[in-house]
Nanobody, 131 residues
Framework: QMQVVESGGGLVQAGDSLRLTCTAS????????MGWFRQAPGKEREFVAA????????HYNDSVKGRFTISRDNAKDMVYLEMNDLRPNDTAAYYC????????????????????????WGPGTQVTVSS
C-alpha cells in the first residue's frame, strides 16, 4: 500500500510561486501515473495535474494550464508541482495520489481521478494565496 506525504505549501501573495513535493513510501511510484488534487473549504476535491510514470505525458486542469508544472523523480519516489502566478482561487489543501492513466482521463472527458484502490491519502499541504 502506498503512503504519501505532501509538503511545500505556505502563505503567499498573488503572483508568487511555490513548489510542492510529494514523498511516497510503502510502494515505489515507478509504474504509477501520479497526480495532484486540491480541496478548498466547503468544496469537493478537484483534480489539478497528472503525469505518466514515464514523464512523457502530462494532463492539467484547464484552470492551471500554463501556470503549474508537474514533474517526478522515480528514483526518489517523489512528485513535484511547480506553481507560478498563484491566484487567490488556488487557495486549497493540496494532495497527491496515484491516478488512473492519462489516456483514461482523456477518455473520461479530461476528468482526472485517483486510482480506485488508493485509500491512504496524506495530510495534504495548505496553500493560501492572498490578493
Amino acid at each position: 500500500q502506498m503512503q504519501v506525504v505532501e509538503s511545500g505549501g505556505g502563505l503567499v501573495q498573488a503572483g508568487d510561486s511555490l513548489r510542492l513535493t510529494c514523498t511516497a513510501s510503502g510502494r515505489h511510484i515507478t509504474t504509477y501515473p501520479m497526480g495532484w488534487f486540491r480541496q478548498a473549504p466547503g468544496k469537493e476535491r478537484e483534480f489539478v495535474a497528472a503525469i505518466a510514470w514515464t514523464s512523457l505525458s502530462t494532463h492539467y486542469n484547464d484552470s492551471v494550464k500554463g501556470r503549474f508544472t508537474i514533474s517526478r523523480d522515480n528514483a526518489k519516489d517523489m512528485v513535484y508541482l511547480e506553481m507560478n502566478d498563484l491566484r487567490p482561487n488556488d487557495t486549497a489543501a493540496y494532495y497527491c495520489a496515484p491516478t488512473v492513466t492519462i489516456a483514461t482521463m482523456q477518455a473520461l472527458g479530461g476528468k482526472g481521478q485517483p486510482r480506485a484502490d488508493f485509500v491512504s491519502w496524506g495530510p495534504g499541504t495548505q496553500v493560501t494565496v492572498s490578493s
